[in-house]
């Protein structure tokens, strides 16, 4: 089992930028694929990006494409994730999750751990 913390959040101005950490303390980190979800208010949480255990392979949900980027540097047990060109749509709290299931990337529920969020608030 890992445990994950995110960090990295904040409020920034419509086509600003951050970049979110997901820290995972346990064992064998290099063996779980890794996503990104975001949930807003009143909204159902909704898968951002994904990354393979190796970070040779990315997925990226059409409404980020192109803006974000996922990264993962297993010497650290960190996965990123690099947000460009923030929309006040993109406001939402984020959240870091890793699965040793081999499942459609997109689907929350195949996810195993969980990190708490950090809030991204864009501002227009």
């Known amino acids: 089992q890992v445990q994950l913390v995110e960090s990295g959040g904040g409020l920034v101005q419509a086509g600003g930028s951050l970049r979110l950490s997901c820290a995972a303390s346990?064992?064998?980190?290099?063996?779980?694929?890794m996503a990104w979800f975001r949930q807003a208010p009143g909204k159902e949480r909704e898968f951002v990006a994904a990354?393979?255990?190796?970070?040779?392979?990315?997925y990226y949900a059409d409404s980020v494409k192109g803006r974000f980027t996922s990264s993962r540097d297993n010497a650290k047990n960190t996965v990123y994730l690099q947000m460009n060109n923030l929309k006040p749509e993109d406001t939402a709290g984020y959240y870091c999750?890793?699965?040793?299931?081999?499942?459609?990337?997109?689907?929350?529920?195949?996810?195993?751990?969980w990190g708490q969020g950090t809030q991204v608030t864009v501002s227009s």
């Open positions: 999750a890793a699965t040793k299931l081999v499942a459609p990337v997109h689907v929350a529920s195949y996810y195993t751990n």
């Open positions: 346990g064992r064998s980190f290099s063996s779980y694929a």
């Open positions: 990354i393979s255990q190796s970070g040779g392979r990315t």
